[in-house]
C-alpha cells in the first residue's frame, strides 16, 4: 500500500476524530489532524486520546479561535491549501 496524505476534520465528534488520525498511522500515511466548529471539550477521554496522537506523532491544528493559544491556528486559505494537499479528507 502507497503512504497516502490524509487529513482528518474534526468537525461533528472531536473524541473520534483524534482516534481516526492515530489509527491511520498504523498503516504509514501522513496525517494532519484539523479541530473545527468549537473548542475540544476537557474530557478523560479526549485527554487519553490526546496522548494517543502524541504517540502518534501528530499535531493538531484548529480553525477556532478560541483555541489559538493552544494549536496552530489555519485560517481559510491555510485550510483550503490543506485540502488540497490531501490525497483523502476523512469528515468526522
Given at each position: ?12 465528534d472531536?473524541?473520534e476524530a ?7 498511522t498504523i498503516?504509514?500515511h501522513?496525517v494532519?489532524l484539523v479541530f473545527m466548529t468549537?473548542?475540544v471539550a ?10 494517543l496522537?502524541e504517540?502518534?506523532?501528530?499535531a ?5 479561535a478560541e483555541?489559538?493559544?493552544q494549536?496552530p ?7 483550503a491549501a490543506?485540502l ?6 476523512i469528515?468526522?
Amino acid at each position: 500500500m502507497t503512504p497516502l496524505a490524509i487529513l482528518v476534520l474534526g468537525r461533528r465528534d472531536h473524541t473520534e476524530a483524534m482516534r481516526v488520525a492515530a489509527g491511520l498511522t498504523i498503516f504509514g500515511h501522513a496525517v494532519r489532524l484539523v479541530f473545527m466548529t468549537g473548542p475540544v471539550a476537557e474530557t478523560d477521554a479526549n485527554a487519553a486520546m490526546a496522548e494517543l496522537l502524541e504517540l502518534s506523532d501528530i499535531a493538531p491544528e484548529t480553525t477556532v479561535a478560541e483555541m489559538a493559544d493552544q494549536l496552530p491556528l489555519l485560517d481559510s486559505v491555510a485550510l483550503a491549501a490543506a485540502l488540497t494537499a490531501a490525497d483523502r479528507v476523512i469528515n468526522v
